[in-house]
């Protein structure tokens, strides 16, 4: 009898209790405006999310991108209508661009940094901030891998459509390109000196709630 009771106590502490997720990694990036982006990675799922109430879901082993408006639990298809990328599809608008290193950066957010140039048609367009070691802490290369992806995805509809790709952008495509092997961007900075992202944190197991990473229903 006694067993029974406590098992019965047990049983309704574990159905009271709130589900959480583990091993959740969250990146807080500050923009230029003072608005923070969080991003949550939980292995295949992302959820990122900036100061208003839609947020973004990605599942990066199925290539799923959504935008979710939780006023009027909808969300939109981001990829849907987006072209695959075929093998031989040019990256950037045959703008010739790279990504320079040009030596070690500051510690940001508690991680040390490599600093590289990106350039569009030898033009520098901007100074970006790498870090390896804070993208295996976050566990976030396929998440920046699919991003990269989704970016080039985005830009090969806009040719397609007409649009023209300038050559900072395209040294932007470029170097996204390479954060999954390089390193998270832990800031990045215009051709002008101005800070337009930096990350301000990175937490590992940061508890959410069940359903965190679900597409309303």
Partial sequence: ??????????????????????????????????????????????????????????????ERFYAVFPTRRDAMNLAADLPQLPADAPANNNYATSLEHTGSGPRIAGYNTERYRMLGNRRTCGYVYLSRDAMERAAAADYLRTMS?????????????????????????????????????MRTVDERGTVQQEVVSIQTRTPVEHGFFDLPR
């Fill in 1 to 62: 009898m006694r067993q029974t009771t406590l098992y019965a106590c047990l049983l309704v502490a574990l159905i009271a209790a709130p589900a959480v997720s583990h091993a959740v990694s969250l990146i807080t990036i500050a923009e230029r405006d003072g608005a923070m982006t969080r991003t949550w990675i939980d292995g295949s799922r992302v959820r990122v999310q900036g100061s208003g109430d839609s947020y973004l879901l990605l599942n990066t082993r199925f």
């Fill in 149 to 185: 992806e989704f970016n080039q995805r985005q830009r090969l509809a806009s040719r397609r459509a007409g649009e023209d790709l300038g050559a900072c952008e395209a040294a932007q495509q470029t170097a996204m390109a390479n954060y999954p092997e390089l390193g998270l961007p």
